[in-house]
């Protein structure tokens, strides 16, 4: 007999999903056994923990454009979503939760846990998605979840809860009377495409054609719009500088002479300097966030701006723009291109790639650095140097997003490297890995994490060794929150809360990858490095490579400069640090 289980999995199936990650409960078992009978187009992958579920979807729906999907049980399941779904909401992430609940006739007994795991699951969700809904009976459920895809797809994409009750859930499914179908608009975002109004863009070119040292920030959103050939295009005929966000990384290959890399205080040296000299800025799918736009120091007064966005309230968020250009990237970007003839800035170029050569100049410094504990640039450039183009890298949080994105260039347009920049979270890069295996499973997957990152979600190393997945995860161990204790001790000295290990307490990740079936490498040394990489990456499964690194090595370009000159640091004083510039206009005209 079919139930509604059935229909969830058929739909989901319909849509093109073929993964769902997440964590079983006795509410949502009819899921289970509808997707066990239709294995042929889509599977189901266990996960140790439902935050991890939330991550997986993510790294799919990334690499895919189709909305991640993921299952939580009522209660404790559900409760555990919130980091993967803000990450998601702050992405821009199309991504589907399907959450269980009490049957509908218990619903007034949710309050405090009076029925078992009860709580008020779609206030809940409410805060932390697009949209969330409890289903109201049987005959709603096909809408109910054509509606999910709709708005999880739709312009600006993010993630959405449906709530499914249990007796919804175990109900007989009658096909005669309970009909679906799918809306194919929304099998991968965006649902609908728009473009820019005519007039704009004709303001556009012609700010573009006045100016001399023109740059692009290009941010995830050029991903999410699959605009990855217009991007190339658009660079190509700007002739001037191109950067991303770390989410926007991939937008075009970092290899360009004009190409600088990412924007941000742990970014490439050679994009902040430059970025100042700029008398036109393009922000081109990027909200101009707190790093991207330098705490806000971007734009600079005298910089005239275009802005680049699918969501309406993106334009003039923290400053007006010269030109707004409301609509799709994709779209945007080729009318754009249709319009603009080849421009030539020689002298801009010319500072562009003299600017870039200091740059690489002080990354060789560090990268040929001897010192003990080992240098991390020392270790990106050894795995640099290993990494092919079709690999796919997974970023953690905290310093690793720094050093990945500095030493580890993008030589192949596309979208090749994950950054959990939304919420910048600890604890993406593992179980995000799991997604993007079972994702590319002709792939192999890198992920670079600290150890407090790693720490997080180390138990999802048991997923990758169950399905023998091709990743090799790579531990940054300092014995430290690495960020947190240098912020700690620049600004407030004595603190000693964010170390990791004692003296006689160091944790053994590679040993502790080893129990769990996977192989296990540890490096002291320079020389080790290379070996183990060698190692790990011949190896037909997953492997931990844990490498022992400074404690004081910071990616961050303040944080050096503050430890090269020394002695005290006055204190932050709230509302000073990251206070947020006054609104301001952009010019009109260009010097």
Not at 10 to 29: D, H, K, N, S
Not at 234 to 263: I, K, N, Q
Not at 465 to 480: E, T
Request: hydrophobic content about 45%.
């Amino acid at each position: 007999m079919a139930h509604m289980g059935d229909l969830v999995a058929e739909m989901l199936a319909r849509y093109g999903v073929e993964l769902v990650f997440g964590m079983p409960g006795g509410q949502t078992t009819a899921l289970h056994d509808g997707i066990s009978r239709r294995t042929d187009r889509i599977r189901h992958v266990l996960m140790r923990d439902e935050r991890n579920a939330a991550y997986a979807a993510d790294a799919y729906a990334r690499l895919t454009g189709k909305p991640g999907v993921c299952d939580v049980t009522v209660g404790p399941g559900a409760n555990l979503l919130p980091a993967g779904f803000i990450e998601a909401l702050n992405a821009s992430i199309p991504m589907i939760g399907i959450v269980g609940e009490l049957p509908l006739d218990w619903l007034t007994l949710k309050d405090k846990g009076i029925a078992s795991q009860g709580f008020d699951q779609l206030s809940f969700f409410k805060t932390i998605t697009k949209d969330s809904w409890l289903v109201p009976s049987v005959t709603a459920l096909p809408e109910m979840i054509r509606t999910a895809f709709r708005v999880a797809t739709s312009p600006r994409p993010g993630p959405v809860a449906l709530i499914i009750p249990h007796d919804v859930f175990d109900a007989e499914w009658d096909e005669t009377l309970v009909k679906i179908g799918v809306d194919e608009r929304a099998i991968r975002a965006p649902f609908v495409r728009s473009a820019p109004v005519g007039s704009a863009v004709s303001e556009a070119i012609a700010l573009i054609r006045r100016a001399k040292r023109p740059a692009v920030v290009f941010g995830g959103g050029v991903h999410g719009a699959g605009a990855i050939a217009e991007a190339g295009d658009f660079a190509a005929r700007l002739s001037g500088l191109a950067v991303t966000s770390l989410t926007g990384r991939g937008a075009v290959a970092e290899t360009l002479p004009y190409a600088a890399g990412t924007l941000n205080p742990l970014g490439s040296w050679a994009a902040i300097e430059l970025i100042k000299e700029a008398d036109l800025v393009i922000w081109c799918g990027s909200k101009a966030s707190q790093n991207t736009a330098m705490n806000w120091t971007l734009p600079l007064p005298e910089q005239a701006t275009i802005t680049i966005d699918c969501d309406p309230n993106e334009h003039g968020r923290t400053f007006q723009p010269t030109v707004a250009l409301f609509g799709d990237v994709r779209e945007a970007l080729s009318l754009l291109n249709a319009s603009l003839e080849q421009q030539h800035n020689h002298d801009w170029l010319s500072r562009i790639a003299a600017v870039k050569e200091e740059g690489e100049a002080q990354k060789r410094e560090e990268i040929r650095s001897d010192r003990l504990p080992i240098n991390p640039p020392r270790v990106m450039a050894e795995l640099a140097a290993r990494l092919g183009e079709d690999d796919i890298v997974v970023s953690d949080a905290s310093f690793s997003a720094g050093w990945i994105a500095n030493f580890l260039p993008v030589r192949k347009a596309g979208r090749g490297f994950l950054y959990a920049r939304g919420q910048g979270g600890l604890g993406y890069s593992v179980p995000a890995a799991v997604g993007a295996a079972e994702t590319r499973p002709g792939s192999r997957i890198v992920t670079v994490a600290g150890d407090g990152a790693f720490s997080y979600t180390v138990g999802e190393l048991a997923t990758q060794a169950q399905r023998n997945q091709r990743v090799v995860n790579i531990v940054l161990n300092n014995g430290r929150l690495g960020w947190i204790q240098l912020w700690q001790e620049i600004f407030f000295k004595n603190v000693q809360s964010a170390l990791l290990e004692s003296q006689s307490c160091q944790p053994n990740f590679a040993g502790a990858a080893a129990a769990l079936g996977l192989k296990g490498f540890f490096v002291e040394t320079p020389d080790q490095i290379g070996p183990a990489l060698d190692a790990a990456f011949a190896h037909d499964g997953p492997s931990v490579v844990e490498i022992r690194v400074d404690d004081l090595a910071t990616p961050i370009h303040s944080f050096k400069r503050r430890m090269r000159e020394g002695g005290d640091s006055p204190r932050p004083r709230p509302g000073t640090v990251y206070k947020l510039r006054d609104w301001k206009q952009s010019p009109t005209l260009l010097g």
